[in-house]
């Protein structure tokens, strides 16, 4: 009973982040102009900081679709199939993705780097996930075949 709703809030969550992502595309170039006037270095990071920020954007929303196939799946009972595994291993190449993304504007705010190493670090965890999920996918389909 406590899994079902947990995954039914996840699911929710999910639907949210894709809400606000979206109405952040809209908010992101009156954010960066903002920015860069309060900003104490008195330099041009407006179009960076959009390039980057639509570029990522881009990779979340390709984030936030995999994790709502993924949690729909938890939610029909298919948690240690092939399909969840490729999802995160997607999942996990949009990490170093947004990491590399970052890494270029990291040049421009050094405070960035945060992002930058947090997005790898992701990607390297989810690589881990992604193979326990891939030999437990194995077990199971020797398990099916025992029995």
């Not at 079902?4 to 979206?22: D, E, G, H, P, Q």
């Amino acid at each position: 009973m406590k899994n079902s709703r947990s995954v039914k809030i996840t699911a929710a969550l999910i639907k949210v982040a894709m809400i606000l992502c979206f109405g952040s595309l809209f908010i992101m170039p009156y954010a960066a102009k903002i920015y860069e006037t309060e900003s104490f270095r008195q330099d041009i990071v407006t179009v960076p900081l959009l390039v980057t920020f639509y570029s990522c954007a881009v990779v979340g929303f390709v984030i936030l679709f995999a994790l709502d196939r993924l949690i729909g799946n938890i939610a029909k009972q298919q948690v240690f199939v092939e399909e969840n595994v490729k999802l995160i291993k997607l999942l996990s190449y949009c990490c170093f993705v947004i990491s590399v993304i970052t890494l270029f504007f990291a040049r421009l705010r050094l405070l960035s780097f945060i992002i930058t190493f947090a997005a790898a670090f992701f990607g390297l965890i989810l690589r881990v996930i992604k193979n326990c999920f891939a030999e437990a996918v194995k077990l199971r389909e020797e398990n099916d075949f025992t029995i």
